[in-house]
């Protein structure tokens, strides 16, 4: 099972964007059946969906061009004098030389995993936990920061839905969701090159995101 971190139970935001299906920052939401490849159906027309690593190496390619050279940047490992400075350089250089690409402004969709804790009738729902998916791709290991993490996500379900994914969880059945979240990047910080610190010399790209709306869709 995936340890992620379980948002609170209290409501602090209501229904809002688009249609009225999609939460503020923390609050309710409709969890919709529907699979993770259509999600245009339910976002706005002009998302850059990404989820696939292509869709994320060709958003990276409009923002930077090329991938850095990891190797060269980690040199001998995190002891290495050289290897703080090397990163903080290249993030600093690629600042300067995206300033002004349209990629910059696009609005953009990507996953965070998330997993049903138990119905709360208070609540209407089931709190939903969640945490950050990491995506391997070409340019290296690829996770998706928003500026606030949403919090205190009750998923809202029809009864029939209710009944079946109470028995899941009674069952001591993991129930996963997926956690759709849609803004722009940060203009001042908009991306950060840096090194795993779960694998030796793994490269790390975070994409950081103003978010504006969350959806969460389950697999139908």
């Known amino acids: 099972m995936r340890t992620l971190v379980l948002a609170a139970v209290s409501i602090l935001c209501v229904l809002t964007g688009i249609d009225g299906w999609a939460v503020e920052i923390g609050g309710q939401g409709v969890l919709r059946e529907l699979s993770i490849t259509t999600l245009h159906r339910i976002l706005p027309a002009d998302t850059h969906i990404l989820v696939e690593s292509s869709a994320i190496e060709q958003f990276l390619a409009e923002l930077d061009g090329d991938p850095p050279d990891w190797q060269a940047l980690y040199g001998h490992g995190h002891l290495d004098p050289g290897h703080d400075d090397r ?6 250089e690629r600042d300067a030389k995206r300033e002004g690409r349209p990629a910059l402004s696009w609005r953009l969709a990507f996953v965070w995993a998330g997993e049903l804790s138990p119905y709360k009738p208070e609540l209407g729902g089931f709190p939903v936990a969640i945490g950050p998916k990491f995506i391997k791709t070409k340019w290296g290991m690829v996770r998706f920061k ?49 090194f795993s610190h779960d694998e030796e010399g793994l490269g790390l790209i975070m994409p950081f995101v103003r978010v504006e709306r969350v959806d969460f869709v389950i697999a139908p």
Not at 158 to 179: C, F, N
């Open 87 to 92: 990163v903080f350089l290249l993030n600093r």
């Open 146 to 194: 928003p500026e606030e993490a949403p919090s205190n996500l009750v998923a809202l379900v029809d009864t029939l839905q209710r009944d079946r994914l109470h028995k899941e969880l009674a069952a001591g059945k993991t129930v996963e969701v997926d956690v759709v979240m849609t803004g722009q990047l940060i203009p001042d910080e908009s991306l950060v090159y840096d």
